[in-house]
């Protein structure tokens, strides 16, 4: 069975850090899209950083460059999101993705076919 697991959320006062870890069991990180997403209440599922192994680009949205950093570590078959200076409007239900669309990696949601479950981050000020 094909699983992702997130893991690492927490709450955190404003500027501080947070490591999130995305553990995929039964499925092996190749040169598909891998991403985080979040979900704040009230809004829909955004991008927040992807990784396109087929080319080793990385990318980001404007709210988080400079602070959010996606790594792959394939022997570990993790992703994880390196969080820094996190503000209050970082709170959300952040997620993690794989096999998604190389033409879209950041920005192509729907198009992601592997999901895990979830980790709450909550950036108090």
């Known amino acids: 069975q094909v699983q992702l697991v997130e893991s690492g959320g927490d709450s955190v006062q404003a500027g501080g850090s947070l490591r999130l870890s995305c553990a995929a069991s039964?499925?092996?990180?190749?040169?598909?899209?891998v991403g985080w997403f979040r979900r704040a209440p009230g809004t829909q599922r955004e991008g927040v950083a992807a990784?396109?192994?087929?080319?080793?680009?990385?990318y980001y949205a404007d709210s988080v460059k400079g602070r959010f950093t996606i790594s792959q570590d394939n022997a570990k078959s993790t992703i994880y999101l390196q969080m820094n200076s996190l503000k209050p409007e970082d709170t959300a239900m952040y997620y993690c993705?794989?096999?998604?669309?190389?033409?879209?990696?950041?920005?192509?949601?729907?198009?992601?076919?592997?999901w895990g479950q979830g980790t709450q981050v909550t950036v108090s000020s």
């Open positions: 993705a794989a096999d998604g669309p190389a033409g879209s990696c950041l920005y192509g949601v729907d198009w992601y076919t592997l």
């Open positions: 990784f396109y192994a087929g080319i080793g680009s990385t």
């Open positions: 039964g499925y092996t990180f190749s040169s598909d899209c």
